[in-house]
């Protein structure tokens, strides 16, 4: 609501009006302490200047002319519910006090809220203390304990929330906002040298870097022959197999240390759980004996010093699907010329009667056992039982009437022939007998004497004797 407006004063008057903006107190403040004495007809100025009128300011002498004419009363003005009580009321109880400033010329609607609060006017009210982010303390308990990724997503949202909430936590937002970028770094890297040098990778596994010319050990193919580059391979230091990583894929024309005979797949009847590296290595060499007989049918044929070797599946390879092992020919110490898969279409019927005639024979004498008799007497048993029977299955195919033998080859085929017989007794006795050791030892023996009959069997038909052997070495 508005402020009544003042009575102008009665023409006629000399008097000049005081400035409404000046408040009453500094107009006069000579005659205030005059008026604080006098009667209560001379307390009509002072309550209108409580009022925020302006009232009429006392002459500073007498006027030496007339009386002024005498200036009618004024209207009462309103109750102002902020003025101090009047003289009349407060005379007896408190010494008078001087007046309050007037109101500010707007009205009530100019009294700032803090003056009808009673705080200070001119101060506004107090602002909440800020709270802090829960995003950014949660950006930095987890920074902490190492869980990279969540920090990461904290950090980012407390920063959003802080900016536009205008909330506490700038600092701790950013500290788990850097915990969390660096430890997703860290976990990246940690991942990838996982995948790439894995120590469970396999022997199908790659290193970070291929050397010059290199490919993969996957890579190759049935009659493929390779040489192992520098930092192909890495050996176990626990004296276990070696991992090979890359190779160099040469000419078998080329030295060359190795010789690819073909894959073969772990039957899937043996489990979806990796067995182990030991029984996947006895399940290599049992796959890969069947491979590589028919790749080298003629085993006298293989130069000296290159082995069977099995690349088999690891735990790593395992898990990624990888079920197969490659069965190959190599020579870690020499490189040789040539290559060892026997042609089958270039063999005369005498030459592949005779090489069928002795492969059960080879393939069961090269899986002895290889601890003592006394550690293995029940495997000895086993692996001569299984001779008996090659020495049998030998000797009655060479007895085999089909097969046209030639004239100077036919009497030493006997021979051989009678010879495995003989050897077959030797060995249902070790298989059986009290003296094992012995009984082995003599059908051993047996075998031994047979040689010379196989070389000249092989001279007649033209095979490999193993005298040409060494010169494929380089």
Known sequence: ????????????????????????????????????????????????????????????????????????????????????????????????????????????????????????????????????????????????????????????????????????????????????????????????????????????????????????????????????????????????????????????SAPHHGEVAGTARIPAGDGPSYPGEATVRLRAAELCRTVLDDYALDQWAIPDGMDDVYLYPTRGNWRSGDRYVTCAFEDRDGEHLGTVRTDRGSLNPAQLAYLEAVRGFNDAYAEQPSKGFADASSEYRTWARRMSTASHAEAAALNKASVAWPAEVKPAVRKLAAAQEAAATAWDAAASGDDLEGDVRRARALVTKSVPLSIEIRRGLGLSTGEQVPDLQV
């Open 1 to 252: 609501m508005s402020k009544p407006a003042s009575e102008p004063p009665a023409p006629g008057s000399e008097s000049p009006a005081a400035d409404p903006r000046t408040p009453a107190h500094e107009a006069a403040p000579a005659k205030r302490a005059e008026r604080a004495g006098q009667s209560e007809q001379a307390d009509q100025p002072e309550q209108q200047a409580q009022a925020g009128q302006p009232g009429p300011v006392a002459p500073s002498a007498p006027a030496p002319s007339a009386p002024a004419p005498p200036v009618p009363p004024l209207p009462p003005a309103p109750a102002n519910p902020w003025a101090a009580p009047l003289p009349s009321q407060s005379r007896s109880q408190a010494p008078p006090q001087p007046p309050p400033p007037p109101l500010p010329a707007g009205g009530w609607a100019s009294v700032p809220p803090a003056a009808q609060s009673g705080l200070q006017p001119g101060f506004p009210y107090p602002r909440p203390a800020p709270v802090t982010n829960g995003f950014a303390v949660a950006a930095l308990v987890t920074g902490l304990v190492v869980a990279a990724p969540v920090a990461l997503v904290f950090g980012i949202i407390a920063l959003v929330q802080i900016n536009r909430r205008k909330e506490r936590g700038f600092g701790m937002a950013v500290t788990g906002l850097v915990l969390g970028v660096v430890g997703t770094v860290l976990l990246s890297l940690v991942v990838a040298g996982s995948t790439f040098e894995s120590p469970d990778g396999g022997r199908f596994g790659q290193s970070t870097k291929a050397p010059a010319g290199s490919v993969p050990w996957a890579a190759l193919k049935s009659g493929d022959c390779y040489n192992t580059p520098d930092n192909g391979s890495r050996a176990d230091p626990e004296g276990g197999d070696e991992t090979l990583y890359w190779v160099r894929r040469v000419p078998c």
